[in-house]
């Protein structure tokens, strides 16, 4: 501005801060003479925004921790509590429940191959992190986050 740039083409030269439409609605306060009444305008929309933003978020949050809690449940069962049914089982001879045969057979195999899991694990994460500093993976990544029936339709519609 102080080159005697208009103010809307300053915000223009910073992209990654203000969008085209940002630009657009200044340009068109600038023009009008309403420029207090636009930015006034917008402030308030971008202020909407990020509360709605901040639910959406603080909402995600319960489900989130709902699974994780679902899922140290499952490995605490699978770790202490159906090795001590296998070993009752075995001790009266006596045919395991299906669905605890699947429990053990789950847990063996992640014991069996615990070392390759972790490994496989942590290269996924590296690799996910090094993947995600592209434009073209942060792209991709989003538009399977947006294609999630439930979640894209909440994101899409809290930004």
């Not at 994780?68 to 499952?74: G, N």
Request: net charge positive; charged share 20%.
């Amino acid at each position: 501005m102080q080159g005697g740039k208009a103010f809307a083409e300053s915000l223009a030269d910073h992209p990654r801060v203000f969008d085209t439409l940002f630009c657009s609605l200044v340009l068109a306060g600038e023009s009008g003479g309403a420029l207090t009444t636009t930015l006034q305008r917008l402030g308030d929309h971008f202020a909407e925004k990020d509360k709605l933003a901040r639910k959406v978020k603080g909402a995600m949050s319960y489900p989130i921790f709902v699974v994780v809690f679902i899922f140290l449940i499952l490995v605490a069962v699978m770790m202490f509590i159906i090795p001590r049914f296998r070993t009752i089982f075995d001790q009266i001879n006596g045919e395991l429940p299906m669905f605890t045969k699947i429990f053990i057979t789950v847990y063996d195999n992640i014991m069996a191959n615990f070392i390759f899991g972790i490994s496989f694990v942590v290269a996924i994460i590296i690799f996910c992190g090094v993947w995600n500093k592209t434009d073209k993976a942060r792209r991709q990544f989003s538009q399977l986050i947006l294609s999630i029936p439930m979640i894209g339709k909440i994101i899409r519609e809290s930004f």
